[in-house]
């Protein structure tokens, strides 16, 4: 029985303790029950929200959490479609197993927040050429992961995609038995080469506005000063060097870029750097900073950056949406005054997201 009730639409009379309700009115009251019930499931429940992912590109992915304790870590195939626990229904991830041609996106839409649709874009990619001048197989990565791990034959030139010209230099083994491995960049070519006499003539260019003296934490070469600009010819037992700087620098930090026997000084501001531009007035941001944690910041006018003399974790990682109906977001990871990785999305309420390891 119902003694009082509230009219929000309808014809709603009431004679003593019984309640008339038309039709119509009757059908507003289930209408609001119905959307009370629906709002009530939106809360978390115990045993978490199930999520669907539907994995569209052609890797078998390990996707994670960017909060580590929203769900359990898991691996998708290529068309799989998978169903997991969370404790939250909007999830920012994480994604390892793909090529670094590729960058991996998981979208969901407001007609079903609970399905997401794994794709991938191919980046823009250019040709370098290795060439391997040594008696051995190399195995050989990417620095700056800009193109995948590949080996290379003695002899062998081998033509592999980089999404980057530029920023192609190569991780390997320096060492093999008695002999010294190097490389020598030109243009975008890459050739490896051998020798077995540790002492070799070493060029270093000062690209700083400052006087340094430089030593190597190995003692492979004598300390010696170098003024800003000057190119300096010094002899080592080895091409692996480990530098120390000293000079009055101000705010700013040094460090080498090393082609071979080729060393250029350089400098920079922030170990680590995220930077938001484009035309959209204001974003929302997210993003790792140097202890490992996430932080949010909302509204953030653009454009924006955060700056880290140092970085203690090693996951980078940016997130902007657009907070206006129209304009583009771009982030972008700096590592040492260098881009690394970038993103770029337009139009109302984009997100734009880069991330990658330090």
Do not use: W
Request: charged share 20%; hydrophobic share 30%; with cysteine.
């Amino acid at each position: 029985m119902c003694k009082y009730v509230i009219i929000g639409y309808g014809n709603i009379s009431l004679k003593g303790d019984n309640v008339k309700i038309s039709n119509k009115s009757l059908l507003i009251l289930l209408m609001v029950l119905v959307t009370v019930i629906v709002i009530s499931c939106e809360i978390n429940p115990n045993d978490g929200y199930d999520i669907t992912f539907i994995n569209r590109t052609e890797f078998t992915l390990t996707i994670a959490p960017f909060v580590s304790d929203h769900f359990d870590t898991f691996s998708i195939s290529p068309d799989e479609k998978i169903v997991i626990k969370a404790d939250r229904i909007e999830l920012f991830l994480r994604f390892s197993g793909h090529s670094f041609l590729y960058s991996i996106s998981a979208t969901n839409s407001y007609r079903d927040r609970k399905t997401y649709i794994i794709t991938q874009t191919k980046k823009q990619t250019y040709d370098i050429n290795f060439i391997n001048n040594t008696d051995f197989n190399l195995s050989i990565s990417s620095k700056y992961q800009t193109y995948d791990d590949f080996i290379i034959k003695p002899e062998e030139t081998k033509t592999i995609k980089s999404t980057s010209e530029s920023l192609f230099y190569p991780k390997y083994d320096d060492e093999i038995g008695d002999y010294v491995i190097y490389h020598e960049m030109e243009g975008t070519t890459c050739t490896f080469s051998q020798s077995q006499t540790k002492n070799y003539d070493m060029t270093f260019f000062n690209d700083t506005d400052f006087d340094l003296t430089i030593s190597d934490n190995n003692g492979k070469f004598s300390t010696f000063t170098i003024a800003s600009n000057e190119i300096k010819i010094v002899k080592v037992n080895d091409a692996a060097i480990s530098l120390q700087y000293f000079g009055d620098t101000g705010d700013y930090l040094i460090d080498k870029e090393q082609d071979s026997f080729k060393v250029t000084l350089y400098q920079y501001e922030y170990l680590i750097e995220y930077k938001i531009t484009g035309t959209a007035s204001s974003v929302s941001v997210t993003l790792n900073n140097a202890q490992g944690n996430t932080e949010q910041y909302n509204p953030v006018s653009v454009p924006h950056s955060y700056g880290y003399k140092s970085f203690l974790d090693d996951f980078l990682y940016i997130s902007a949406q657009n907070q206006g109906s129209s304009g583009s977001v771009t982030v972008s990871i700096y590592k040492q005054g260098k881009l690394i990785e970038t993103a770029t999305s337009s139009g109302g309420y984009v997100i734009a997201t880069a991330s990658c390891s330090k």
